[in-house]
């Protein structure tokens, strides 16, 4: 493998010195971009997209050869693993994901087996492999999951959801049943992180999208457990090299603290949470990755760049910062905000690492 030319993403995550404060965000690889919208009409359907390594590795190179990322991200979705288990993935346009099997009973989960990485999600390692050998050491690798729990409720519920109906019933009426189907998943997600590892994924993010609608006592119970799980069965170097990961629990700032005790690297946080804030809150445990709202990037060149500045002043001197939206990039977004975007991150952050540099 290719040494990085540029791996200040990494080291804010293990909050080493760097020159400049890096980069990315969640969803670079998507429709707001042409060349994007172009890929997938090629390929047809958006699960064509994920299980062509070619074309999965294309998408997610696009972003890269526009703007100056500091990382890239794996082009996928999280719902891989529930399709390899059989469940019947469909995206119907515009309706989102849809699985053709919910699962509702105890003998639906009893049903499950955990996909192994080499065999049903082999498309996923493959694309992994491919990218990395395809970005030659210019910027560093991400691999993803979504979390047991986040990967439970769209496969009880059959969909996406507002209610969690199903999902929650579930939870609170048969939690041993929950139980067995978040260790299951449990167990999935961490063969499929330790596959995107060693297909040469550099880090890893769990995302959690629905933690944040669970009390605090169900988050701790049903969602971060379960993390906390994976986290311990991560394979954490390679040759000598860490492989940092990154929790990110979608309107989870109530529980910086919990989460930062997991023995995680970093912590994505969305933009209710102050940046300020969060790093009082978690010390030096841990680096932070975020958290400016997406919908600012529909304002004006100077409205921006006002709001990064005002991010990396929230955040103050010294490394541990990865810049990124509180969430995934919008659809509708102007290309040409997204750069003036990330220049202005890279700007305007050097300032605040020079003390340390000098």
Known sequence: MNPLKNDRFLRALLRQPVDVTPVWMMRQAGRYLPEYRATRARAGNFMNLCQTPELACEVTLQPLARYALDAAILFSDILTIP?????????????????????????????????????ELRYVVDAVSLIRRELAGSVPLIGFSGSPWTLATYMVEGRGTKEFRYAKGLMFEQPK???QLLDTLAKSVTLYLNAQIAAGAQAVMIFDTWGGVLTTRDYAEFSLHYMQQILDGLTREVDGQKIPVILFTKEGGEWLEAQAATGCDALGIDWKSPIAQARRRVGDKVALQGNMDPCVLYASPERIEAEVATILASFGQGSGHVFNLGHGIHQHVDPERVKGFIDAVHRLSVPYHQAVNA
């Open 177 to 179: 049943v929950m139980h």
């Open 83 to 119: 399709d390899a288990m059989g469940l019947g993935l469909t995206f119907a346009e515009g309706e989102g994901p849809q699985f053709a099997r919910p699962v509702r009973t105890a003998a639906d989960v009893a049903a499950l087996g955990v996909p192994d990485p080499h065999q």
